[in-house]
């Protein structure tokens, strides 16, 4: 196990809180057995106290999915308990705790004198919690890690201190976060080694990773980490999260085995499965990948002079230092057509990572078979879209009944359309600047709605000339985001769907109750 | 000059060869000034031998940007003296030629026996290009640049021999480019070191890196040397290039100044313009930035999690090791309105980085008020997709004149356009599977067209419900790719008018006599 490295997904947990990302519980269950296939070690599923849906999606995932299951839990006795819940069905599980180091964060957050008057007496706070929480967090479960959070800007002596005082009380994996992104590879790498020297008893325990891309160094941090003595790195597809987001599973996996010829070490990641993985995680999250993006980018594998092409063509690995087809991008395309039947069709969603049931593969189906009438192939890319927009959702509280649009450049944009609400039926019509303004103006009288509008995107059109819109439209009311996905080969009619979903969203989320735990807001986290 | 670190930026050249990025004269123009008010030292214009746009385009540059313009050439007379030509008019001019040196390369685009018959005579084949180019290259110009392609995969030994020949023969820059993106930094670093104390005289010149982003590391190289002896960096906006890219210009300058503390370097940057340089290059390109991008994603600065959103709050540092307006994001949205004048307009677009002469203004002004008509507020993301679709579009050889659109879901989607064609005006209507799809093939009848749709993009729409779509179309036709782009508040009116100009740049290809240079075809480049 000296040179294995284990690979500690947090897409769903640190990538999820990338701003507009929010995931349904399917969607969430969905991406867990996907990193299952892709054989990462751990899943972060998620931080169950932060609110009943959180806590529901971990423990569905903890129920289904055969991976060590972690949950997150800040350094207090209500967090671990509700985190330990939430995994309690997993058959390998894991608590993971942390506080706040460094002293931006101490000062930042500890400012009440109850956690001290001084810095010096806030530190030696902090280190109780710690103890406390790892003691409790171990009493409910032999698998443990501790994070001390910003430990990128924690002073290394105070740093051993805490590691220290988690390791004697019973973790069994530390992490060392990067949290703002701030460190360079020798200098995390210095941090990683004195650590290894300096804490009695490291060498019992995993040292764990975890760097954010604020500098864009996320990736190149975990390498030096690992070089320096880390055991487990913390990542995300496509190296989503907050702000610059985390550094990238993909990049850090394909490193290590590109050069294994200098980096000795090894995961157990399935790199076939990496392209799927990327493809559902944007999918479901509607964050972008763009096309100079490392090994998953659309771009990643193409080359565009006719200079690099000609070299290409005469030897392939003139300008390609791994295949397309290691890291599972298609060389052929598979291509579904009105006579595919549902078997073809769930043979063909499962190898994209897709498990279905019985009622799910119906649905699909139904909407399979009328798009193969439209367009005579269909592509993976539009299986995916599919998938996205139809099994999932289920906040159905306004309907898109009917929809009519005129516009033209010498036509005022007008809309009409006809919604469905419980049993009533409402139409109703409006102008705009465009078509796309127009409806969303009509269903705005619909629904009197109070929503701004923050994003539209239009994503992936599929292949083929009878392609398939994605839309992807965030809205936001007191200051909460609300996001919508419609597909349609009418890119108006996909709009209107995506913009009434983010509106069920928003409604759906106002008539549950939700339940913060008792006490203090939420105030940190890794 | 020990702590300045150059920065070369090939935006133009390397980046330009992103599958799908071209750029016209006028885009080049406009992103080599804002590099000028970004403060970068040198800009590789071009490669002047490969088209007779490439070589007007780099001889524009010359003649207006007061930076150092670099021209890219094979190590060839024809090439060298074609690039010479390009930027004759430039007040600092330097002229950047390579020879491929690993053996991938050598035996790939080298395999004719006129090279030599074994790899050690073709090895010695390309010794004598690289002192031949470089000493022409002096005759003609003081300052010479030598770039051994696919340096990051070649034997260093052999490395050593083709760089002190380089130096020999009057090089005053000597460039060691990973090409496929392939070392690790501490491996990168090493062989910068070891050329520092290899190579004769290599003291009396520059030695600059060029790293691509394959495995997520061309950032971290291009720092690991720096901190080895390399004094200069080849990087480009967005990191955007062949494959997966290149360096990241944002991402080294700005590592360079929030670690100032233990990277004792500086550049010349003024990172102020950052944020505009950024949104230029991704506008004109049409290549997207990621939300999750380092330094200009546009989430780099935002926060999700209410727990970091409180800690933002109470401490900005708590989460920020830069502040936003470092990198030259707005506080505070400057926003104009029907009342703004050509003046304002002006003064704004200026500040956004675009230069217009009295006729490009009077064309701007227009279509500014009538889209101030529409809506209240007019954001700097509304002019710079007004400056994206007008002022720089001249291929103007088929006209949208009128467009009408039925669409709905108990519709057929149907439309019909007018399209000039010089004198004539030629009408047809087609039904689609959607409005966008029916509006595609009624322009297909008119222009009897061959091509096939690669992507379909609707970009960034601007702040306000009545918002701009932007739609960035490509086009496929024998091997080529042609891209247009149309701005509107109608998304289906942009998508008609991207789809036209996808047209027009293929026509005006078509009718236009590519100019290659005689001899053998075009068939390395760094």
Redesign the interface.
Known sequence: MQNRILIFDTTLRDGE?????SLNIHEKLEIARQLEKLRVDIIEAGFPVSSPTQFEAVKRIAGEVNLVIAALARAREIDIKTAFEAIRDASRKRIHTFASTSD??I???F?DTKYGRSLKEKRQTVVKMSREAVQYACSLCGDVEFSAEDAGRTPLDYLCEVIETAIEAGATTVNIPD????T????FAQKISHLKQQVKNIDRVTISVHCH?????A??NS??AI?AGARQVECTI????????NA?LE?IV??LQ??KD??HFETGVDTREIYNTSKMVSGFTG?????????V?E??????????Q??VL??R??????TPEAVGIPKTKIILGRHSGRHGLRARLSELGYRLNDDELNKIYSRFTELAD??KEVFDEDLRLLMGDEIYKQNTYYE?K??????????I?TA?VEIGLKDQVIQESAT??????AV?NAIDRVVKSDY??E????RS?TSG???M?EVVVKIRSSGHLYAGRGV??????ASAKAYLQAINSGQMEKTAVSNPPEGE?????V
């Open positions: 809180q990338s701003p507009g990302a931006y964060h000062l930042g957050k400012s949290t703002t992104g701030y360079l590879p020798s200098e891309n604020d500098l864009g160094l990736v190149a390498l030096a070089e496509n190296g989503i999260g907050e702000r610059a987001g990238s990049e394909m490193v590109v050069r200098l980096m964050i972008v990948v763009q096309p100079n993006k490392a090994i980018g771009n990643a594998f193409a080359h565009e002079s006719g200079i690099h000609d070299g005469k030897k690995e003139t300008y390609e230092i791994m439209k367009k898109l009917q929809l009519q649009v005129h516009s033209g450049t010498h036509t944009p009409t705009g600047d465009g078509p796309v303004d969303f701004s509008l994003m539209y995107q239009v059109v000339r009878q392609a819109g349609s080969t009418d890119i108006i009619e807001r939420l105030s940190n986290i």
